[in-house]
């Protein structure tokens, strides 16, 4: 149990283009999601913590009205990239926690959407 | 949150038990334990979590001290596929996200 998809593994896109990264919990319901950020050889950087049906809250630094979450349902958060630029390559990945008291009561990682902006 | 410090990395042989042990001084109360590995392009992989004294599960142990400062994760046997870095975590039962500091990269060599 508690599997954490990732849609894409991987993209290209071009400078400008918005990219969706779908995160899906399979086998249990995430009440709260949260998405990270890996830059080469660095460690996992928290962008934003998103609770089901209420708006994401960003970390300092993190642009939300460039990194748009949405956590619409008990099962799939979306993070969209808009206008993407080459610094926005990295790999970004997301993680869902169940709610508290249950057993998914912990955070179980996706594995991770390269992207690569040229 | 609790701020956790590591060996940046650690070099080990196959077959050789590896410790490697994490700091966390202003460790809360409530809070957990947790030890993930990663590998390269991938997402974290959960391998233990403890609050106290010992836990041990099929693939490591976790020893943690009476005043919870510190903990050691104890990977028995390691072999070439153990090459990975592996984050200490402390939290991760009040909602609020993990946080991660730089990790252990632990290589193995024959």
């Known amino acids: 149990g508690a599997v954490v998809s990732q849609h894409p593994s991987w993209v290209i896109c071009k400078s400008g283009t918005s990219v969706k990264i779908e995160c899906r919990s399979l086998d249990f319901q995430a009440t709260t999601m949260f998405w990270y950020r890996q830059f080469p050889k660095q460690s996992l950087m928290l962008m934003a913590t998103?609770?089901?049906?209420?708006?994401?809250?960003?970390e300092q630094g993190v642009e939300k009205d460039k990194f748009l979450i949405n956590h619409a349902s008990l099962t799939l958060s979306t993070l969209t990239v808009t206008s993407a630029h080459p610094e926005d390559s990295s790999f970004y990945i997301c993680?869902?926690?169940?709610?508290?008291?249950?057993?998914?009561?912990?955070?179980?990682f996706g594995p991770g959407t390269r992207l690569t902006v040229l | 949150l609790a701020k956790t410090t590591q060996p940046i990395s650690m070099d080990s042989y196959e077959g050789q038990e590896v410790n490697i042990t994490c700091s966390h001084n202003?460790?809360?109360?409530?809070?957990?334990i947790t030890w993930y590995q990663q590998f390269p392009s991938q997402g974290p992989r959960f391998i233990i979590q403890g609050y106290k004294t010992k836990v041990t599960n099929e693939v490591a142990s976790l020893f943690i001290p009476a005043d919870r400062k510190s903990s050691t994760l104890s990977l028995p046997r390691v072999s070439l596929s153990d090459t990975a870095v592996y984050y200490c975590?402390?939290?991760?039962?009040?909602?609020?996200?993990?946080?991660f500091g730089k990790g252990t990269s632990l290589l193995v060599t024959p």
């Open positions: 202003n460790i809360a109360t409530n809070d957990y």
């Open positions: 993680s869902a926690r169940g709610r508290p008291g249950s057993s998914y009561n912990e955070q179980f």
């Open positions: 975590l402390v939290g991760g039962n009040s909602g609020y996200a993990l946080n």
């Open positions: 998103s609770n089901e049906g209420s708006k994401a809250t960003y």
